[in-house]
């Protein structure tokens, strides 16, 4: 079965970094993008970017152009989260979402979500 | 960006009652990529509805979608006590992907 397994929680201080993991299993890692999508506490969803595993091809939210990256590693099937120069309004549960092999900006599977939390 | 706006913020019902959430977007969807997804506390988003109108694999048939262009609606029949949650659409046809601000159900 599909399974999307994220990192723990993490806290950093404001002007740090955090990169978070999610290993994908149950399916071939390399068909399917990658999205990312946060929600700050109590609030909605809010779509960060996707990530095409098979070469790498990313499209980030403007509003964080700049300061994400995603990246992944083929041998362990794991995608990776970097946000920069974090800030307390970044305080959110990250959530990786699959897209779906048709219409892959839809979102078919999601992890369990890591929460980041930026406190100084 | 598409906005995506639903109504209402918060829905008050009784199990076994029909539910009725709407959702509308500023610009036309393409295609009519509109989802729906239901998410309990402490727990990630699960898809519901794809393409406005299709059950994603393993939902219960009290659930539907309908709409097209700029309104959508999802419905569920008959309410069960698992059913109440907060319930948030999707517009997935033009980049930046949007979602609503969210549905909350709630037990009356």
């Known amino acids: 079965q599909v399974q999307l397994v994220q990192s723990g929680a993490e806290v950093r201080k404001p002007g740090a970094s955090v990169k978070v993991s999610c290993k994908a299993s149950?399916?071939?890692?390399?068909?399917?993008?990658m999205h990312w999508v946060r929600q700050a506490p109590g609030q909605g969803l809010e779509w960060m970017g996707i990530?095409?595993?098979?070469?790498?091809?990313?499209i980030y939210a403007q509003k964080f152009q700049g300061r994400v990256t995603m990246t992944r590693d083929t041998s362990t099937s794991t995608v990776y989260m970097d946000l920069s120069s974090l800030r307390s309004e970044d305080t959110a549960v990250y959530y990786c979402?699959?897209?779906?092999?048709?219409?892959?900006?839809?979102?078919?599977?999601w992890g369990q979500g890591t929460l980041v939390t930026v406190s100084s | 960006e598409i906005v995506l706006t639903q109504s209402p913020g918060t829905l008050s019902l009784s199990p076994g009652e029909r539910a009725t959430l709407s959702c509308r977007a500023s610009?036309?969807?393409?295609?009519?990529?509109l989802a729906w997804y239901q998410q309990k506390p402490g727990q990630a988003p699960r898809l519901l509805i794809y393409?406005?109108?299709s059950r994603a694999t393993g939902i219960p048939d009290r659930f539907s979608g309908s709409g097209s262009g700029t309104d959508f609606t999802l419905t569920i029949s008959r309410l069960e006590p698992e059913d109440f949650a907060v319930y948030y659409c999707?517009?997935?046809?033009?980049?930046?992907?949007?979602f609503g601000q969210g549905t909350r159900l709630e037990i009356k």
């Open positions: 393409g406005a109108v």
């Open positions: 610009q036309s969807v393409s295609s009519n990529y």
């Open positions: 990530f095409n595993p098979n070469g790498g091809d990313t």
């Open positions: 149950g399916y071939s890692f390399a068909s399917y993008h």
């Open positions: 979402a699959r897209g779906d092999y048709d219409d892959y900006t839809l979102l078919d599977y």
């Open positions: 999707q517009q997935y046809g033009r980049s930046p992907i949007t």
